[in-house]
């Protein structure tokens, strides 16, 4: 028996996640995200999940309640129900390791293809000649959206946009965007 809480705002959909493998699926969505994305996935049975909605934004809000729940739900829940922390932060790795002391199988699952995308993105937009591509911040973000499937959730947004200039493929600046490949 499996319970997934899942960060979200890391994240930024549900299709990537198998949710009829868990008994329980706790889900924490933050302040700025008004609703889940499930993509393209299809379940054919019901899925137990509860949905926590942040009502503030603040560096690592989320994050917090998430370690909260964790520890609430660590202390309730029967021995042989295993934790699994669906998220990229390896911020949750501490208290893991302490949860798995005390006896419990918990475990971090990371969800790969944040590169991916990026690099679905980065072919996306190279395909156009550069003076087609969005000059403006807000026009990128709102392409990103679209491509990512990403409407609504400005965590995953930045997120994105933050890969791109991580991979050196634009830059951004008061003027707008430049692209660098």
């Not at 809480?5 to 493998?21: A, P, Q, R, T």
């Not at 137990?48 to 934004?57: H, P």
């Not at 679905?120 to 973000?141: D, F, G, T, Y």
Request: charged share 25%.
């Amino acid at each position: 028996m499996k319970w997934a809480f899942i960060d979200y705002e890391n994240v930024g959909n549900l299709g990537k996640v198998n949710l009829s493998e868990y008994e329980r699926v706790i889900v924490f969505l933050g302040a700025k995200q008004p609703k889940l994305d499930f993509m393209d996935t299809k379940y054919d049975k019901p899925i137990n999940m509860v949905v926590i909605q942040l009502k503030a934004t603040q560096a690592n809000n989320l994050d917090f309640h998430l370690a909260y729940y964790l520890g609430k739900f660590d202390a309730q829940a029967d021995r042989t129900v295993a934790f699994e922390v669906i998220s990229n932060d390896s911020g949750f790795s501490p208290l893991i390791a302490h949860i798995k002391c005390s006896g419990r199988v918990c475990k971090q699952v990371k969800i790969a293809g944040a590169s991916g995308e990026t690099q679905k993105l980065i072919k996306n937009l190279s395909a156009r000649p550069k003076e087609k591509r969005p000059q403006k911040v807000a026009s990128l973000r709102n392409h990103i959206a679209s491509h990512l499937r990403l409407q609504g959730n400005e965590v995953a947004i930045q997120k994105a946009l933050n890969q791109l200039v991580q991979a050196k493929f634009l830059k951004v600046s008061d003027t707008g965007v430049e692209y660098l490949a």
